[in-house]
């Protein structure tokens, strides 16, 4: 069966420190990947998703950046955190964008 | 754009009671609409899948209906349990060449014993 791993699950960060969240699938092959914002009180925002390795997509202009490189391993990155940053990061992967999407456990992320 | 419209935003019903939440979508061209499950500070739980081509899924006590044509979904709980306390979201994966699932913002539901 296909399982999903994000790690780390809380990180507190000083603003402009580097980021580097990581998300790995296994059981699956050429998987889509995401990751996803979730602010409080706010809803899911898409960040970032990948169709394939090193194909990346941005959906909103931001301090991140994702890079994929390898089939099931997608990472979030930053070079110099901000506070708006802060927030609840998951990963999520489909094997088509018509079918299901599962989530990862999320990474609460604190910058201060 | 999508957008995706969650109604009650909060409810709180006694244990045992049925109830049905609500979600609505703008754009009825859509692939299938999801609903999740999300407890306190943890990642989303799928619950139900439904296709543009279903009008209803089931899982357990939970049934979700889909009428894509008045973009409408509900999410029907059947005896509520105190354990089915979270925040319910539902989610539209959109055929317009988006790889976006489009969310609600949920409605938190809180089952009293």
């Known amino acids: 069966s296909q399982t999903i791993h994000q790690w780390p699950a809380t990180l507190v960060q000083p603003v402009g420190s580097p980021l580097s969240l990581e998300c790995t699938v296994e059981g699956t092959s050429n998987p889509n990947l995401y990751w996803y914002r979730q602010a409080a009180g706010r809803g899911l925002q898409l960040l970032f998703y990948?169709?394939?390795?090193?194909?990346i997509s941005s959906e909103v202009p931001q301090n991140l950046s994702a890079s994929r490189p390898q089939d099931r391993q997608f990472i979030l990155s930053s070079k110099k955190l901000l506070l708006s940053d802060s927030g609840f990061y998951l990963c999520?992967?489909?094997?088509?964008?018509?079918?299901?999407?599962?989530f990862g456990s999320g990474t609460r992320l604190t910058v201060v | 754009k999508q957008e995706v419209t969650q109604i009650p935003a909060a409810l709180s019903v006694p244990e045992g009671e049925n109830l049905v939440l609500n979600c609505s979508f703008t754009?009825?061209?859509?692939?299938?609409l999801q609903w999740f499950r999300q407890d306190p500070g943890k990642g989303l739980t799928s619950l139900l899948l439904i296709q543009s081509s279903q009008r209803e899924q089931t899982s357990g006590r939970l049934n979700a209906s889909l009428d894509k044509s008045s973009g409408r979904s509900t999410l029907y709980i059947a005896a509520s349990q105190p354990g089915d306390s979270a925040t319910y979201l539902c989610a539209v994966s959109s055929g317009a060449g988006s790889y976006q699932l489009t969310f609600g913002k949920g409605t938190k539901l809180s089952v009293i014993p």
């Open positions: 990948s169709v394939g390795i090193g194909q």
């Open positions: 999520a992967w489909s094997p088509d964008r018509r079918y299901g999407y599962t």
């Open positions: 754009d009825s061209a859509i692939y299938n």
